[in-house]
């Protein structure tokens, strides 16, 4: 089980020295997660508050014979997938008040975003759909479940296959 601390970092619970969460998955409790490289990024959609209202009112997509009502993952939701759509995720780039420093503006061919984009973009819109409104920032910042992140790379692979991942905002030392 997990609990915040007061920087919003997730603490997660103990695990023993002989198990690694980057290289099994027995923290996963979706069954969905996929083992990611660093520990903090290596978290189950169960592990994250900020999901628990959409786990708790879990209600799998219809007629989907590989969703198991006992296997409540926060990808299976059917309000899920739509926020992955590529015309959803463009609409978002283009019209919302985030900050695209990275990626300013479409860097694909006619003015379409790129795979990189779209999995920024995906990302924050996961996050503001977890996030029910609570503010993050560059000081405050929570990893995305594994599970979400996995379906994420997935749908807008890398062509290379090399991802940045999660880091946590570099605080200034008192």
């Not at 083992?35 to 628990?52: K, N």
């Amino acid at each position: 089980m997990s609990t915040e601390t007061y920087d919003g970092e997730l603490s997660l619970g103990s695990t023993s020295s002989s198990k690694s969460r980057t290289s099994e998955t027995f923290w996963c409790s979706c069954d969905r997660c996929v083992c990611l490289p660093t520990e903090s990024e290596c978290i189950c959609c169960h592990e994250v508050p900020q999901a628990h209202h959409i786990v708790d009112k879990f209600s799998p997509v219809p007629d989907n014979n590989d969703c198991d009502y006992q296997q409540k993952c926060v990808t299976f939701h059917q309000d899920f997938d739509a926020h992955l759509n590529a015309g959803v995720l463009d609409t978002y780039f283009r019209s919302h008040s985030n900050n695209w420093r990275r990626f300013p503006k479409p860097k694909g061919p006619g003015g379409t975003l790129i795979n990189a984009q779209y999995r920024l973009v995906a990302y924050r819109f996961i996050l503001d759909w977890l996030l029910q409104g609570e503010m993050l920032g560059r000081k405050k910042r929570i990893p995305l479940p594994a599970c979400i992140v996995n379906v994420i790379r997935t749908k807008y692979p890398a062509d290379d296959g090399e991802y940045v991942g999660f880091k946590y905002a570099d605080l200034p030392t008192v």
